[in-house]
């Protein structure tokens, strides 16, 4: 258990990057900016020394790692040293002069750590994109790496891992990826704001970039309906699949030729104007699976200014447990829940480490002199994770929240009781839409149901696979219970 230490950052950074590899544990601790490698008879702390003097803030809250023969990689972000301005109207600030992107390469047989490349243009406010993937490429034994959390520097960058030499292969800013096929495939992310428009992929053969940008997401969304505020989660493969996670659900198929497969938005954990969203984490394929999660209160905000206060009250609002997805194609199954957030995971034996934190990241005028949340490692058996009763969950769902946007997108796979309690203001009507996740997905059914006004009991034991919903006409004193058992 690691509780509230020195690390001036906002709110909690958590445990990132998160890897089992040649007998070591390896992962990197923030805010406090520090690299444990757990061999099976000691322990290496690296506090960023190679990027300058101390005290170190940061490191990685992305999940930047990869790993060939007998090296780690490990990137990310620190500040070094690490400058707390103190309070401004109430919030605290940051000074950025000495914020690195960096990526460091940790020797498993020497037990020691290599600088491979660091980026900063050291200014006050702004910063070069800090390295949130990591995807080692076996034809040119080189690093790629994906850069669009920041100002400066963006997209998609190949690195030498010797020499640390980068050339930069795409300008449109990416934050996560995957190796797909013969091709490094990331999400297309130039406004961080709208979050993901589509998937690029750099030809690892013949060195050119494909890109397949999504036009209209209700076209290829299983329940007719768009998304939006699709924040980049985290991605990976399976079934000659690309899978990319991120708020409001997932993107599945063959984003290099669509005309074989074309990609597939499904929707899943979709609560608008809230936190709940696959970001900062990870996805473990596991059993010939994929483990996801969606995490209940990943991001939040304490100081805005006046008129952003009731959007900063709905953005904080808990909907439900952070959800562990095991997803076997046709079928996605709640597997285990958990508090605020899993930041990494990642397989070691029989067993999986899962990384948690019970505080999200904060915003740019919560900054402190202090991480402020509680973190451990915990260690769940497989076969106990994979295999035991499924949680009782309960999702509370705010009509000034959703007001008429599609919301939800709930595997009820497993479960014997399945329903929603309503209260509606006024008269009404529910929308649902069932679907699975087979490849491809299907759609399988469409209801409509009637809201009287005051409370309203539905039964979805109708319903088996996954489940969205939409309200007909806004109600913003509208108040939905989805209760599983």
Request: aromatic fraction near 12%; charge should be negative.
């Amino acid at each position: 258990m690691f509780k509230p230490t020195n690390g001036p950052e906002w709110g909690s950074g958590g445990i990132f990057g998160l890897t089992y590899y040649r007998g070591v544990v390896y992962y990197t601790l923030a805010m406090e900016g520090e690299a444990h490698f757990h061999h099976e008879d000691s322990e290496n702390i690296y506090r960023f020394e190679l990027l300058g003097n101390g005290p170190a803030s940061g490191g990685d809250t992305y999940n930047a790692v990869d790993y060939v023969d007998d090296k780690i990689y490990f990137g990310g972000w620190v500040h070094k040293p690490a400058i707390y301005k103190g309070r401004v109207n109430g919030g605290g600030e940051i000074d950025f002069r000495n914020k690195y992107s960096h990526i460091h390469e940790y020797d498993i047989a020497e037990r020691r750590v290599r600088l491979v490349w660091s980026d900063s243009i050291h200014h006050e406010y702004e910063w070069v994109g800090e390295v949130s993937q990591i995807v080692y490429d076996p034809l040119s034994d080189s690093l790629l790496v994906a850069r669009a959390d920041g100002m400066r520097d963006l997209g998609v960058y190949k690195i030498d891992r010797n020499t640390g030499r980068a050339e930069q292969v795409s300008s449109v800013p990416a934050l996560k990826g995957a190796l797909y096929q013969e091709y490094a495939c990331f999400d297309l992310q130039p406004d961080w704001k709208r979050g993901v428009d589509g998937v690029q992929c750099f030809d690892l053969v013949e060195k050119k970039l494909v890109k397949n940008y999504i036009e209209d997401w209700s076209k290829i969304s299983i329940d007719g309906y768009p998304v939006e505020r699709r924040g980049s989660g985290y991605a990976t493969t399976g079934y000659t699949r690309y899978w990319h996670f991120f708020r409001g659900g997932l993107i599945v198929g063959n984003p290099v030729e669509p005309v074989i497969e074309e990609l597939t938005f499904v929707r899943m954990f979709d609560f608008p104007g809230t936190p709940y969203a696959p970001h900062r984490s990870n996805a473990l394929p596991i059993g010939g699976g994929i483990l996801a999660v969606f995490n209940s209160y990943s991001h939040g905000y304490i100081h805005v200014a006046p008129e952003g206060r009731a959007r900063a009250r709905l953005f904080n609002t808990v909907v439900g447990p952070t959800t562990l997805v095991y997803v076997i194609p046709p079928v996605a199954r709640i597997v285990a829940t958990l508090g605020a957030r899993v930041t990494s995971m990642t397989k070691k034996d029989g067993s999986i480490l899962i990384g948690v934190s019970n505080t999200p990241n904060l915003g740019g005028k919560d900054a402190t002199p202090l991480e402020n949340g509680w973190r451990e490692i915990i260690e769940w058996r497989e076969d106990a994770l994979l295999n035991a009763p499924l949680p009782p969950v309960v999702f509370r769902v705010l009509g000034s929240a959703v007001l008429d946007q599609p919301f939800g997108g709930i595997p009820l796979t497993g479960y014997r009781v399945r329903a929603l309690r309503v209260f509606s203001s006024k008269s009404n009507a529910l929308r649902i839409a069932e679907y699975d996740i087979g490849l491809p997905p299907a759609r399988i059914e469409d209801d409509k149901v009637t809201l009287k006004e005051g409370w309203n009991r539905i039964d979805l034991s109708n319903y088996s696979n996954i489940v969205s919903f939409k309200l007909d006409t806004p109600d913003e004193k509208a108040l939905i219970y989805i209760n599983l058992e």
